[in-house]
């Protein structure tokens, strides 16, 4: 009953250093999607996908980018880490694109980014 | 620009008593607005939603409000409980979007004291 996995839970980098944060959902869904979440602020989308092989952007992708070898995994790759990239990760997914209106969109617990 | 508001960071209700958490919009083209609640170290979850054409609706101890002529919703909880304590998010879709639209507020803090 795993539902959507995100690692590494926290994580300290220091600036320019480069990072992988990992995402698996055992739900085979087709729809993922990495947010952030900064600081007494909303969830902003930085990409999604809607397969295997599909990727697009999403409202704050600059200095990130993403792969979807597999249904399952959704990894997000940070370059040249910044400051300005300290947040909380979310990795959800859905089986649908209508989840923005059904509510099945499913969260990770989230991952603790530290960019000194 | 926030499409998405919620103006109040934080709530504090006794146990027992409403808890009235408000969101506001400024785009019209929003058509489902929905409410994810958020316990701390956990990813959000979906909570409850309403469609445009509705001003109501109900699950158990919450409701859902829509003003549409005032852009605002507002979501009730009746009565509240201290497993409430966590951080709501309103969020709002419009048609000519998939779930990659999604636009979120920034929460409200709500605590919920026994």
């Known amino acids: 009953n795993a539902g959507v996995t995100q690692t590494p839970k926290f994580r300290i980098l220091k600036i320019g250093q480069s990072m992988t944060l990992q995402c698996t959902q055992d739900?085979?869904?087709?729809?993922m999607y990495w947010y952030r979440q900064d600081p007494g602020m909303g969830l902003k989308l930085i990409y999604y996908?809607?397969?295997?092989?599909?990727?697009d952007k999403g409202e704050v992708p600059n200095g990130y980018n993403v792969s979807r070898s597999t249904t399952e995994d959704f990894p997000l790759r940070l370059e040249l880490a910044a400051p300005s990239q300290t947040s909380v990760y979310f990795c959800?997914?859905?089986?649908?694109?209508?989840?923005?209106?059904?509510?099945?969109?499913?969260f990770g617990e989230g991952s603790r980014l530290t960019v000194l | 620009d926030q499409q998405v508001k919620q103006n109040s960071p934080s709530l504090s209700v006794q146990e027992g008593r409403i808890s009235i958490l408000n969101c506001d919009y400024t785009?019209?083209?929003?058509?489902?607005f929905l409410w994810y609640k958020k316990y701390p170290a956990e990813g959000p979850t979906f909570l409850i939603s309403?469609?445009?054409?509705?001003d109501k609706n109900e699950d158990g101890r919450f409701t859902v409000f829509l003003n549409k002529s005032a852009k605002h919703l507002s979501l009730h909880i009746v009565p509240s409980q201290p497993g409430d304590s966590a951080v709501y998010f309103c969020?709002?879709?419009?048609?000519?979007?998939?779930?990659?639209?999604?636009?979120f507020g920034k929460g409200t803090k709500l605590t919920v004291n026994p």
């Open positions: 959800a997914s859905s089986y649908s694109i209508m989840a923005g209106r059904t509510g099945e969109l499913f």
């Open positions: 739900m085979n869904h087709n729809y």
């Open positions: 996908s809607v397969g295997a092989g599909i990727t």
């Open positions: 785009n019209s083209m929003f058509d489902y």
């Open positions: 309403i469609s445009s054409i509705k």
């Open positions: 969020a709002a879709s419009a048609p000519q979007g998939g779930s990659e639209k999604l636009v």
